[in-house]
């Protein structure tokens, strides 16, 4: 028996006419409409009747007008009956001919968004996303746009809406400029500490018992720019991109050993670094609720060093690796008590070149600190000061400082020559005020000031003690902890603190996040969220990429995937596509270079999925045989088994 493709017929719906006495009659109208915002509900725009249902009843056969033949020619094999759901339609010839579903193949660019989804998943962001943002189908929507921020390099979501025609996302629909911005509109900073509740969550349930043992997280902050001036966190302060414009802060924590992310803020640009470790605090014991005393220890650098923030953390049970300036007194004061062993040939260390000495100090706090009254410091807790010399650096600024007052000393001295021979032709005698006048210009004549004394005729002559004193603490460095009692892991924690350098690289310069691009307040913390998610995700599988060249199927493969940025592998894998039907899809072949890929990352390589299932037939317009759709939560959930 031959087979004939069903025909695809509009929308329609039944209307009734006539009377009592003439009797009434049932007929088939074709509409359109469009959802008002005012009324917030569907307004019908136009309606046409194309036909009727014979012999007076609600269901039967129905008889088309002639435009709407000549407009579906293929309607000469079919007859088509109006029922309870809607057209159903027979071959005119039942014997030799039966009807099949229209066929809705298409084609989308897909390995790349395969990967993401899944890397998503084994991350735990798909299932925190699941959590908090189900509602609407929010969380595959906010995938979505975080994979095309990703792939796109960018945050400008105009272009969202042809990309998401042409690639196989999470969520299967576009979405125009306008239900974008409600998108975002609709996450809360509620939603957004939620998110991270159930972030941490996940790597309980993951990690287990490792996060009882030391865990060390990065902290640091970064300014994004913006041309705005009606973002309320953007205000002119220290932009740390040189750019002169107002500014957002942006602090992030993440997980050094993995990179992956544990929390992200926006802050006003105006404030500084060290103004932020309270509230930092009481929202990581939000985060962590009954677990925030797990052995997590924060890791900062200079610009969050102060006796405020060294107090906030002790006295909420937070560890800390905290790199201090040397400007602090009683920092110089345990220096000076133990430089000699400090410099000490016995305290170098070979690996890392430098000399090494711990030594513990009584550090005093206040545990219930009351406003306006000045702290009582009667705790006591006992702090590692782990001091690190490197000769080098200190030989390198004492020769750039003898250097540099060499040359203004000779440069002054040249003019203190001129000044006598000038004196000697005019028979006048040099004198104080004389000498006084005489000055090198602004850069130079700090170093005589400095580091110069003056002989009996006011010659300048350098003070080695003056140097000595200047570079006194160069090559010198000082953490403070309260947990890490070995100073090479200490220094190694403090090393690793570039996870988070390396997620705001990712984060400005391979996503070009370095521009707000928002307007309002409204919008902006979905926007951030999709921002957060996709630089996190880029830096989770470029890590992958690096641990995977130092292994021996690496060496097997013979491709150098470090000579690949991570955005040429993204776009490789974007050349993967899928093909979508009614029952099922499935991918292009993936071999060579793309398994590679997939091996690397650490993503299953993907597979065609199909259903044979007895398919209804539809022909009818609606919904269900429309070529949308929306990904299985099996990709954007974790993989049983799979190691992070």
């Known amino acids: 028996m031959a087979q004939i493709e069903a025909p695809k ?32 509900r569907s307004v019908r725009d136009s309606q046409k009747t194309i036909g009727k249902v014979l ?45 099949v579903p229209p066929a809705f193949i298409e084609k989308r660019m897909a390995g790349a968004s395969w990967a993401l989804q899944k890397a998503m998943g084994q991350m735990g962001v798909g299932s925190a996303l699941k959590s908090v943002f189900s509602k609407y189908h929010r969380h595959l929507k906010l ?71 030391r865990v060390f997280v990065a902290l640091d902050s970064t300014s994004i720019s913006t041309y705005s001036g009606k973002l309320s966190n953007g205000e002119w302060g220290h932009n740390k991109d040189g750019d002169s414009t107002r500014q957002i802060n942006y602090l992030h924590i993440c997980d050094e050993a993995t990179g992956l992310p544990i929390y992200g803020k926006l802050y006003k640009g105006n ?22 005393k797990l052995n997590l220890t924060v890791v900062t650098d200079r610009g969050y060093d102060s006796d405020d923030n060294l107090q906030d953390f002790v006295r909420n049970g937070f560890n800390f690796l905290q790199r201090s300036c040397m400007k602090s007194k ?46 009582s410091n009667r705790d006591v807790i006992n702090i590692y000061v782990h001091m690190y010399f490197d000769e080098d650096i200190y030989h390198n600024a004492r020769s750039v400082a003898k250097k540099n007052t060499v040359d203004a000393r000779d440069e002054y001295n040249e003019k203190i020559r001129n000044l006598f021979a000038t004196a000697k032709n005019d028979n006048t005698k040099v004198t104080p005020e004389m000498l006084s006048k005489v000055k090198l210009k602004k850069g130079m ?93 880029y830096m989770f599988l470029e890590r ?68 044979y299932k007895d398919q209804v037939n539809i022909a009818d317009g609606s919904t269900d045989a429309d070529p949308d759709y929306e990904a299985e939560d099996s990709a954007m959930t974790l993989a049983s088994g799979e190691e992070i």
């Open 55 to 99: 012999g007076g009843e609600k269901y039967g056969k129905i008889e088309f007008k002639q435009f709407f033949l000549d407009e579906h020619p293929e309607l000469e094999n079919f007859e088509v009956f109006w029922t309870a759901d809607g057209f159903e339609v027979k071959t005119v010839d039942e014997d030799n001919l039966s009807v």
């Open 544 to 611: 992958r990429i690096k641990e995977y060249e130092a292994t021996d199927a690496a060496r097997k493969d013979k491709i150098k995937l470090t000579n690949k940025s991570m955005s040429r592998i993204i776009d490789d894998l974007n050349t993967i596509m899928l093909t979508s039907y009614k029952g099922g899809y499935f991918f292009d072949e993936v071999c060579g270079k793309y398994r590679t890929y997939f091996n690397a990352l650490g993503i299953e390589v993907p597979e065609a999925k199909h259903d």
């Open 143 to 213: 995938a979505s746009i975080a994979i095309y921020m990703i792939i796109r390099q960018s945050n400008i979501l105009h272009n969202y809406e042809p990309f998401s025609k042409v690639t196989w996302l999470p969520w299967g629909k576009s979405l125009n400029d306008g239900q974008i911005h409600h998108l975002f509109s609709s996450v809360t900073d509620d939603d957004l500490m939620n998110f991270y509740k159930a972030l941490h969550r996940f790597y309980l349930d993951k990690f287990g018992n490792i996060f009882s043992d």
């Open 330 to 375: 009683w920092i110089q004061d345990v220096v000076e008590q133990n430089r000699a062993k400090l410099v000490d040939d016995n305290s170098y260390e070979s690996y890392s070149k430098q000399h090494m000495y711990t030594t513990s100090v009584e550090y005093y706090y206040d545990s219930f600190p009351v406003d306006g009254k000045k702290k």
């Open 445 to 537: 004549q700090e170093f005589i000031d400095s580091y110069c004394k003056f002989d009996s005729e006011g010659y300048a002559v350098i003070d080695s003690e003056a140097i000595d004193e200047h570079v006194k603490y160069a090559g010198i460095m000082v953490l403070l902890s309260d947990n890490v009692s070995d100073p090479r892991e200490a220094l190694f924690g403090y090393n690793c603190r570039r996870r988070v350098e390396e997620h705001f690289q990712t984060f400005k310069d391979h996503l070009n996040f370095n521009r707000a691009y928002a307007s309002s307040d409204k919008a902006f913390k979905g926007k951030f969220l999709c921002q957060f998610i996709a630089a996190s995700l």
């Open 271 to 292: 404030v500084v670094d060290v103004s932020t470790v309270q509230n930092l605090i009481a929202d990581l014991a939000i985060i962590m609720g009954t677990q925030k």
């Open 9 to 40: 017929l509009p929308r329609a719906k039944l209307g009734i006419a006539g009377n009592k006495k003439s009797g009434f009659y049932y007929y088939v109208q074709t509409y359109t409409h469009h959802y008002d915002p005012v009324k917030k």
